[in-house]
């Protein structure tokens, strides 16, 4: 079954309110496996001896905030950001798309306090990864949302992503130009984009969908609707604190 309770797929991120500690042991984790020839990041381990940076606000730091991301929603200068790394296979990242999302966008995105950046982050193979770069190029003609909701509507999994079922879902989505979408999914700015959002999730530890950070504190898992409101809420405080 595609979720993130798969007894293959132990996730790393953990659920919000965990000591910082445990964060750090996940990056760890993380970086102990990490190829000898590319460090975790990219870059050369610190010297010994060298300040090392504070995982959480790492974490944290994630948050893009460009203003003109065709993969997310809310006000780049929101005080809370939650970026979703979730799979368009997976079952439980459907649950939360239906369920909770929805919710938040109306009573935390529209009144300015969340912003919302997704991910794709697709590990359940090449249906998967095309979902991903179809959702993107969905995104270059200001229709990624909707395509995210039909995507993940009751039973359009089940249906596959081939290529003829993408580009029906885009015409369910509303896109305009559905050449243009084509071209834009089959092409490499596609691809990087995709890279860049899994690069990202593997080197903070993502292996599970949907996986999330709220503030830089993770959640792992489609938690109800309150878990979310409660990390929001936190991390909402702790902005306001620290902006004074």
């Given at each position: 079954?595609?979720s993130?309770?798969?007894?293959?797929?132990?996730?790393l991120l953990?659920?919000?309110?965990v000591?910082?500690?445990?964060?750090?042991?996940?990056?760890?984790s993380?970086?102990?496996?990490?190829?000898?020839?590319?460090?975790?990041?990219?870059?050369s381990?610190p010297?010994?001896?060298a300040?090392?940076?504070?995982?959480a606000?790492?974490?944290?730091?994630?948050a893009?905030?460009?203003?003109?991301?065709?993969?997310?929603?809310?006000?780049?200068?929101?005080?809370?950001?939650?970026?979703?790394?979730?799979?368009?296979?997976?079952?439980?990242?459907?649950?939360?798309?239906?369920?909770t999302?929805p919710?938040?966008?109306?009573?935390?995105?529209?009144?300015?306090?969340?912003?919302?950046?997704?991910?794709n982050?697709?590990?359940?193979?090449?249906?998967?990864?095309?979902?991903?770069?179809?959702?993107?190029?969905?995104?270059q003609?200001?229709?990624?949302q909707?395509?995210?909701?039909a995507?993940?509507?009751?039973g359009?999994?089940?249906?596959?992503?081939?290529?003829?079922?993408?580009?029906?879902?885009?015409?369910?989505?509303?896109?305009?130009?559905?050449?243009?979408?084509?071209?834009?999914?089959?092409?490499e700015?596609?691809?990087?984009?995709?890279?860049?959002?899994?690069?990202?999730?593997?080197?903070?530890?993502?292996?599970s969908?949907?996986?999330f950070?709220?503030?830089?504190?993770p959640?792992?898992g489609?938690?109800p609707?309150?878990?979310?409101?409660?990390?929001?809420?936190k991390?909402?405080?702790?902005?306001q604190?620290?902006?004074?």
């Open positions: 079954m595609s993130s309770r798969s007894s293959n797929r132990k996730p953990i659920s919000a309110g000591a910082v500690a445990a964060i750090t042991l996940g990056l760890v993380w970086q102990a496996t990490a190829p000898a020839d590319k460090p975790a990041g990219g870059s381990a010297a010994s001896g300040p090392r940076t504070d995982p606000a790492e974490l944290k730091a994630l893009r905030r460009e203003s003109g991301d065709k993969l997310a929603v809310g006000r780049a200068d929101a005080p809370v950001v939650l970026i979703e790394y979730s799979d368009f296979k997976c079952g439980y990242c459907g649950k939360f798309a239906r369920d999302e919710a938040l966008v109306k009573k935390y995105v529209e009144d300015g306090t969340l912003r919302i950046e997704w991910r982050f697709p590990i359940f193979g090449a249906d998967s990864e095309a979902a991903a770069k179809a959702a993107w190029a969905a995104g003609q200001d229709r990624f909707q395509f995210h909701a995507a993940y509507a009751e359009s999994k089940e249906k596959g992503f081939g290529g003829e079922r993408l580009t029906e879902l885009a015409r369910e989505a509303g896109v305009p130009d559905l050449e243009r979408f084509e071209k834009d999914m089959a092409g700015q596609a691809a990087a984009a995709l890279n860049k959002d899994q690069e990202e999730g593997y080197r903070i530890g993502v292996t969908t949907p996986s950070l709220v503030n830089g504190q959640i792992a489609a938690q609707t309150d878990a979310f409101a409660a990390a929001i809420a991390a909402k405080t702790q902005a604190a620290a902006a004074k």
